[in-house]
């Protein structure tokens, strides 16, 4: 692997999984070292995940970890509702019948380990295996490509809001209504089924960083109102 594609790999991952938050300095002399690599890889890697949306400029600071808005998850979704409806209706066309069977089968049993023994990331884990199957019998590379940079930056929403265990258990029913659609070969309740998820994901993101938005103006204003004066 080339040192751009491995400096590239881990700053996507550490961006993605939170390591590196929204507004973090990106400089190029401490990423290099950090990294273990010269500046011409580091900035092959930054050039690239600048193009994906998830670094950007800042003036005077160099380049930062991009910040996510209300407004960022509501256009997210409208570009994911239409990708991925897409998605699940040529999955149902095309789909391999025992494939979604034995995933159907998994996604079961996770509906009855969630609040037990299953880890968050085993769970995402699995919703991933879920999106490639789907991408699989879809078949379309085109498509595919659009989706893996929408779910990069879905996955990074995920970890800036918080994880609600009745939520999760609210996704992982509407999954086994997703797969059941694809395994009947049904277009038409395929695309109703990934709407219905979508909204409600959607619905549970806002609330989730509408809430934390607010707290953090509240710990702002309590900070402020308790400096001494001059």
Do not use: C
């Amino acid at each position: 692997m080339r040192s751009s594609d491995r400096v590239y790999e881990t700053l996507r991952e550490e961006i993605l999984d939170g390591t590196l938050a929204p507004g973090a300095s990106l400089a190029e002399i401490e990423q290099s070292e950090r990294l273990g690599v010269s500046r011409t890889p580091l900035r092959e890697a930054l050039s690239r995940l600048q193009s994906e949306g998830l670094v950007t400029a800042k003036g005077g600071r160099g380049l930062v970890v991009a910040s996510v808005s209300l407004d960022d998850v509501g256009e997210l979704f409208e570009i994911r509702e239409a990708l991925e409806v897409k998605a699940a209706r040529l999955a149902a066309l095309r789909r391999d019948r025992a494939v979604f069977e034995a995933l159907r089968a998994e996604v079961e049993t996770t509906a009855q380990r969630l609040g037990g023994d299953m880890s968050l990331r085993a769970f995402y884990e699995q919703t991933a295996r879920m999106d490639a199957a789907i991408d699989d019998a879809a078949g379309n590379p085109y498509l595919v490509s659009a989706l893996r940079g929408v779910r990069a930056h879905v996955a990074r929403i995920r970890r800036l809001s918080r994880d609600d265990a009745s939520r999760l258990r609210s996704a992982t029913q509407e999954h086994l209504m997703i797969l059941d659609a694809i395994i009947e070969g049904s277009e038409t309740m395929a695309a109703h089924a990934t709407e219905l998820h979508l909204h409600r994901s959607l619905t549970s993101i806002l609330a989730s960083m509408t809430v934390d938005a607010a707290a953090d103006q509240m710990s702002s204003t309590f900070t402020t109102s308790q400096e001494p004066s001059l």
